[in-house]
């Protein structure tokens, strides 16, 4: 029998209501429209796209601290739905953006990082410092340090409390979300290998969001590329990356800025208008936006071709032979 996925979301919804003021209706927002993954343990999902297509919503449901409005969420074969919030910290704990807001600015390092064990009611006081120490010594924080407060700490060293307070519980998922955007290039390097490291030494499992598409390519083992609350495409990280199925999975790869002085900022074609998630359009979500679309694509919304359960596409286009292919380090239809 096969042990069950570390983490599967199935088919999760979530909408929100938001008033339209004084004058106006209130309209329904669909943050998250019907996505399904399962992430194998030991491995790295990363989700990418766009600010406002549903990521960190996405982590806050797979966190449980949202319900969603259906669909559920499992860790290890167990709804999250129906366990109580020790139970559900056991499971699965997160890091988040900003390590500086996500800390108690009154308490002290060593109080912070043992909260989750105090939470639990059950540790000694003696265990509690033992456990402590050795999580900070393992993520690099000095003993020294266990007095001081978030804010004497550098960024890169408040991401590392962070990480420390996730994981001194043992959990078995951890959900990153942008953990490095708030950190200096040289800092979000060493944090990255840190959460490798750690990776591998306890068998955890990521869910690793970023709009930062060079931090995917390095860490994710499989990417799935998220557009107006939907999953449009997802893949091995080393395959989407050399052959994307998805016009927008295109247009985001091509965004990525080079050192080439000459080649300027590039035009991915996507236009200036941002989605709205409280309107969104009839057929295929992003074909506003798509240089490819074709009539079908506005009347009628293209189905999951799902061709592993680790590879999978929205897209008219996509059962055509590589529909795009990459040429001159630009992407284009073949």
Do not use: W
């Not at 996505?35 to 966190?63: D, M, N």
């Not at 690099?140 to 960024?155: F, N, V």
């Not at 009347?299 to 032979?321: F, G, I, T, Y």
Request: hydrophobic share 45%; with cysteine.
């Amino acid at each position: 029998m096969n042990s069950p996925a570390a983490i599967e979301v199935r088919d999760v919804r979530q909408e929100f209501r938001v008033s339209g003021g004084m004058f106006a209706a209130a309209r329904h927002v669909v943050a998250v429209d019907g996505v399904s993954f399962s992430v194998p343990a030991g491995r790295v999902l990363g989700i990418v796209g766009e600010s406002g297509c549903g990521k960190s919503t996405l982590a806050r449901l797979i966190l449980g601290l949202l319900a969603p409005t259906s669909g559920d969420a499992l860790v290890y074969g167990q709804r999250l739905a129906a366990l109580d919030r020790k139970a559900r910290a056991r499971l699965i704990q997160p890091v988040f953006q900003d390590p500086f807001s996500s800390l108690n600015p009154r308490q002290t390092i060593q109080e912070i990082v043992s909260l989750p064990l105090v939470a639990q009611g059950s540790f000694e006081a003696p265990e509690i410092t033992r456990l402590t120490n050795e999580i900070l010594d393992r993520v690099g924080i000095a003993r020294a340090m266990a007095t001081r407060l978030p804010a004497e700490l550098s960024g890169g060293q408040r991401q590392r409390v962070a990480i420390a307070r996730a994981l001194i519980i043992k959990p078995k998922v951890v959900v990153c979300d942008e953990p490095t955007s708030a950190l200096d290039v040289s800092v979000q390097a060493q944090i990255l290998n840190l959460l490798a490291e750690l990776r591998r030494e306890f068998n955890l499992t990521y869910i690793f969001i970023s709009h930062n598409l060079a931090v995917i390519e390095h860490v994710a083992s499989t990417v799935a590329v998220m557009y107006l609350g939907r999953i449009v495409e997802m893949n091995e990280t080393d395959v989407l990356f050399r052959s994307p199925r998805h016009p927008y999975t295109r247009a985001l790869l091509d965004s990525v800025l080079t050192p080439e002085p000459d080649l300027g900022i590039p035009d991915v074609g996507l236009g200036d208008a941002v989605p709205d998630p409280s309107r969104i359009p009839a057929g295929c979500r992003f074909h506003p936006r798509c240089r490819m679309a074709v009539e079908r694509c506005q009347r009628e919304p293209p189905k999951p071709d799902l061709a592993a359960p680790d590879e999978m596409v929205e897209c008219h286009l996509a059962n055509q032979d590589n529909p795009f292919q990459l040429v001159g380090g630009q992407y284009a239809q073949g």
